[in-house]
């Protein structure tokens, strides 16, 4: 497998762990998506709209957008802290605006080729105020294990709050699914 098909097959995993962390969440109350724990970005909540806002950052910065952050963020401030807060009203908000966003990224990595790999790409950091450069890759794979991390956070309080059927994220689940056919539980 070249490169590129590995970092498109890692973020296929990442998008399928998403939905899965989507519906685990789905039935949960406002309370416990913003209940505190001292993991991850604070709260179910707080975790989720910070690994959309990385992966909306991240895909704007790969394009050229070095600035970019997503509605209602501000420096010094993590997006939705509050349900409704950070452009997104909810859980539902939250998955349409995270499905467009899967299919941004689906474009941009089907467009993506090797020589694209070994290319800076800038961001400029909000916490640091200045440009920082980083190859193409090294975004690409950040993204993905950066959401791996998380995802881990995500389901330890997923756990805590009392969901028993726990959302799958191990990308050897992805796969034994796909060679039954199926691509959920």
Request: glycine share 8%; charged share 20%.
């Amino acid at each position: 497998m070249d490169a590129v098909k590995l970092i498109q097959r890692l973020h296929q995993h990442r998008t399928w762990v998403n939905n899965n962390l989507l519906a685990a969440a789905a039935p949960l109350t406002a309370e416990q998506l913003q209940r505190t724990f001292p993991i991850g970005q604070g709260s179910l909540w707080k975790s989720l709209t910070h690994m959309y806002a990385a992966e909306y950052v991240w895909l704007e910065a790969l394009l050229g957008h070095e600035e970019a952050v997503i509605p209602g963020d501000a420096p010094g401030k993590l997006p939705g802290n509050q349900l409704g807060e950070g452009g997104l009203t909810g859980l539902d908000d939250l998955r349409q605006k995270w499905s467009e966003l899967s299919l941004r990224w689906d474009q941009y990595l089907e467009a993506l080729n090797p020589e694209n790999l070994d290319e800076i790409v800038y961001r400029k950091s909000v916490a640091l105020g200045h440009r920082l450069g980083t190859r193409r890759s090294d975004v690409l794979l950040h993204i993905s294990t950066h959401a791996h991390y998380t995802t881990a956070q995500v389901i330890n309080m997923l756990r805590q709050v009392g969901v028993q059927t726990l959302p799958e994220s191990m990308l050897i689940l992805l796969a034994r699914h796909e060679a039954a056919g199926t691509t959920a539980p």
